[in-house]
């Protein structure tokens, strides 16, 4: 199933239910009662909600509250990652943990967190709530989930590494071993997709696409795309457009 995230208050009817994918409650505002399995709990910022597929679970509150709902798939979860979320379905958000529930929820309210997002940062929060010691892929992934919400930053390896809480020769190593290509040679390609997205899918003029992608100007787009595709920005937006009006 597809990683979804939403955002949810509870009344003081309480909202039960079981499904077949896993769940986490990380509330942000205000306490919920949650009861999974007849094990019952308040969940709060400082304490979050693991629900496994198959239990019955059921949230209400009485006051004023937000939370954000994670749904996905427990089966792409490493094991041991989903072994020490089951051993506690109440978690303690820790200070890193509240801070990527932050971001993530920022990235929500900015551009609907999408599922591509979402894989990013899933590795790195799991692994942070289970208390676990953290992978340097999941620092990568969720370093390249910032970069791609922010393209137009002036990214380089070593603003990249930061990022990625990593020296510019464990990124170097990182992006070897993981993806089989180079920082410099990632960066490029994604804002060359991230420009052509929107020259496909919005109204943005050229140019200040062209910056917000990270290039300097619209000329450097274009030279990109000529390099890379053998075609213009513009020509790329003609051609597009007249794909969607096909289908």
Request: hydrophobic share 45%; glycine share 4%; charged share 20%.
């Amino acid at each position: 199933m597809p990683t979804e995230l939403d955002l949810r208050s509870y009344v003081a009817e309480p909202l039960s239910g079981v499904h077949s994918f896993a769940q986490l409650v990380l509330p942000i505002k205000g306490r919920v009662l949650m009861d999974i399995k007849g094990s019952g709990a308040v969940v709060h910022p400082q304490r979050a909600a693991f629900v496994e597929p198959g239990l019955v679970h059921a949230a209400s509150a009485t006051g004023p509250n937000q939370s954000l709902i994670l749904d996905f798939d427990l089966a792409a979860v490493p094991e041991a990652t989903a072994a020490r979320l089951s051993e506690r379905p109440y978690a303690p958000i820790s200070a890193p943990a509240a801070k990527l529930i932050d971001f993530i929820g920022l990235l929500r309210a900015q551009s609907g967190a999408s599922e591509a997002t979402l894989s990013h940062w899933m590795p790195l929060l799991l692994e942070t709530l289970a208390q676990q010691e953290i992978r340097p892929v999941s620092r990568l992934l969720a370093a390249l989930g910032q970069i791609e919400a922010h393209p137009g930053q002036p990214w380089n390896t070593e603003t990249m590494a930061k990022a990625a809480h990593m020296s510019v020769s464990s990124l170097h190593r990182a992006f070897r071993d993981e993806l089989h290509t180079t920082p410099v040679a990632w960066l490029t390609d994604m804002r060359l997709r991230w420009a052509c997205r929107q020259l496909a899918q919005t109204e943005l003029p050229i140019a200040r696409l062209a910056t917000q992608a990270g290039y300097a100007d619209q000329s450097a787009l274009t030279h990109a795309m000529r390099r890379a595709m053998d075609v213009t920005p513009l020509a790329y937006r003609k051609r597009e457009r007249q794909n969607q009006t096909k289908t």
